[in-house]
């Protein structure tokens, strides 16, 4: 209601008792003209409410076409590009968003009747103090931006932030958003990232721990795990995601009860976890057509006579020592148990 209006009706109400007839022309006149100025506001706000409709799907349109046009003519390996790319539109279309709803918003606000000058010139005040009480929200936004900028990760991504691992299923200047192995969906905002593993950059790695027993031939071992995995890159099944040959590095470490040795393989990004898990699968098989063992936990007692002149070795988990029979193998057992008891 505008305030010309308002003052036009209490005068049509001032001249009630002077001329009653006069009076109830003002007022149908004056309700009239409210009538025509809201209806006129109605159709002005619905009109706005309707471009910016039309204005968010231009948007969406724009900033997919850009990013296809990106993909088309980029030389950079087709997943990293798509990733950067829908990372981009993601962060364009949300600003872009923001934009035309306060735009449309301050326009309706002034429709209605409301000066939005004092409004707009005091939202350089309001805002250092809302920054002033929004810092951490601001430290989000920043943070963001650089991790866009440098391009640290993008959307399909798998990170590892804060002791948490998953896949980056949404980015914004404000927050990451992924999903863990067991599905659960985590939001952590950019600000709390101080240190990320992006375990998809570029290329992968499928690494390979083999653990064999001390009594086998750590050369054998070598070189079965070797013949095994050499032309790896040219097979059928796993050969179109690695793109180096695997390399065998030797023992690593030594055990309590078995000796490491290692393996690894350049793969493409997020490809290692099936490679890995097919070459573990071939690596057992082919040790155990050469008789070598993977070893396991064991536990060896020593049995000594009554007189205390003969000990004899037996092993209560895994294979028997020399010097013990298959016979003494449930002797050890019954030993073990009564010594414990």
Known sequence: MQPSSTFELLNAVDTIAEDPGEAIVEAASWFARFVSAALGSIIIIAVIILLTLVALRI????????????????????????????????????????????????????????????LLASAGVAG?????????????FISGFFILLEDQFGVGDVIAVNETTGTVEYFSLRR?????????????PNGEILKVANLTKDWARAIMDIDVSYGDDIDQAIQVIGDELEGIENDEKIGHVIIAPAEVLGVTALGAYQVTIRAWVKTKPMEQWGVQRELL???????????????????VTLVRSEDGDHETAKTLYGRTSAGATPDDQSGSAATASSSEG
Do not use: C, W, Y
């Not at 850009?66 to 087709?78: E, F, I, N, T």
């Not at 990451?176 to 952590?188: A, E, P, Q």
């Not at 098989?285 to 936990?297: M, S």
């Open 59 to 118: 948007l969406r349109s724009m900033v997919n076409r850009a990013s296809q046009r990106v993909l088309d003519r980029h030389d950079r390996p087709a997943r990293e590009v798509k990733l950067k790319a829908d990372t981009l539109a993601s962060v364009l279309e949300n600003a872009g968003r923001m934009v035309i709803v306060l735009i449309s918003t301050m326009m309706v606000l002034s429709n209605v009747g409301l000066n939005i000058g004092p």
């Open 128 to 140: 250092l103090a809302i920054g002033f009480g929004a810092q951490s929200l601001i430290r989000d």
């Open 176 to 188: 990451t958003s992924m999903r863990m192995l067991d599905g659960t969906f985590v939001t952590i």
């Open 281 to 299: 699968k071939r690596l057992k098989q082919a040790l155990d057509r050469n008789g070598i063992t993977i070893p396991f936990p064991h536990q």
